[in-house]
T-cell receptor, first 113, second 115 residues
Framework: GENVEQHPSTLSVQEGDSAVIKCTYSDSASNYFPWYKQELGKGPQLIIDIRSNVGEKKDQRIAVTLNKTAKHFSLHITETQPEDSAVYFCAAITYSSASKIIFGSGTRLSIRP | EAGVTQSPTHLIKTRGQQVTLRCSPISGHTSVYWYQQALGLGLQFLLWYDEGEERNRGNFPPRFSGRQFPNYSSELNVNALELEDSALYLC??????????????FGNGTRLTVT
């Protein structure tokens, strides 16, 4: 069946450095790719998303890139700050009459002071 | 705009008991999703409701069930609780399925502990 592989499972970076999380999906019909941030004790919150007709999207320190040919997309966080420490989930969604939503397994990002 | 609200926030039950969790979606959202998140693990899909009907369910036993009401709120019921049911149960809502690019918005979950 369809799946989304997310790497790495844990990531530790120095404050101020960049962090990159990568996801690969299998369903070529997937057309929407959101990223979620989950802080301790809270539900996942949408931080950025990208549609299949766009290659890159940026929002301040966060950017997402999509390579439809290779079926992978990545989250880039620049100038990391302590508040970026959280678990990040990617998802691949196929919007149709029988929508499918598949989440990656998550990446625990820690920012070292 | 009020977000997705879930109740209760925490719950402690004994093995064999039954539990009902509740979810109110964002106003205007007609789809509701339920996910189970065991400690430190990923999101496991439980159920998806849209316009009052169950559209899909994940790989969970029948003792996990739910429903969606005419006002689009939803309940998740778990019967015959087992220790491994201890987890954070997350509800999410979105605009009508098929709507191009409608993201899921999550609540903060109900933390269920089974002893």
């Amino acid at each position: 069946g369809e799946n989304v592989e997310q790497h790495p499972s844990t990531l530790s970076v120095q404050e101020g450095d960049s962090a990159v999380i990568k996801c690969t999906y299998s369903d070529s019909a997937s057309n929407y790719f959101p990223w979620y941030k989950q802080e301790l004790g809270k539900g996942p919150q949408l931080i950025i998303d990208i549609r299949s007709n766009v290659g890159e999207k940026k929002d301040q320190r966060i950017a997402v890139t999509l390579n439809k040919t290779a079926k992978h997309f990545s989250l880039h966080i620049t100038e990391t700050q302590p508040e970026d420490s959280a678990v990040y989930f990617c998802a691949a969604i196929t919007y149709s009459s029988a929508s499918k939503i598949i989440f990656g397994s998550g990446t625990r990002l820690s920012i070292r002071p | 705009e009020a977000g997705v609200t879930q109740s209760p926030t925490h719950l402690i039950k004994t093995r064999g008991q039954q539990v009902t969790l509740r979810c109110s979606p964002i106003s205007g959202h007609t789809s509701v999703y339920w996910y189970q998140q065991a400690l430190g693990l990923g999101l496991q899909f439980l159920l998806w409701y849209d316009e009052g009907e169950e559209r899909n369910r994940g790989n969970f036993p029948p003792r996990f069930s739910g429903r969606q009401f005419p006002n689009y709120s939803s309940e998740l019921n778990v019967n015959a609780l087992e220790l491994e049911d201890s987890a954070l149960y997350l509800c999410a809502s979105s605009l009508a399925t098929g709507s191009r690019g409608s993201p899921l918005h999550f609540g903060n979950g109900t933390r269920l502990t089974v002893t």
